[in-house]
């Protein structure tokens, strides 16, 4: 789950609150809800959050995430 920081301007439609923490809302797989499920591309790259921007493309725990949700053959 992607936590925001005050500085993310993240459309309110995308945002859900846990424990008084704003976070990036996830689909019942538990995809972010900004992830196309068709193209796998983030449909705000531009304004993704501050923690995306921080994450390595590409790195382990990337492939580990995005392992885990490949569409069933
Ligand atoms: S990069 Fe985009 S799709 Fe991926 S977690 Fe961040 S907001 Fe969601």
Redesign the pocket.
Known sequence: M?ELRADDLIPEKLVVEHDGVRC?DQRGDGA?V??DPATRL????AD??Q??RDFNRGESLCLRILGRHQPAL
Not at 42 to 45: A, G, L, M, R
């Open positions: 992607v990036m972010c900004a992830l983030c449909t705000i790259y993704r959050p923690t995306c």
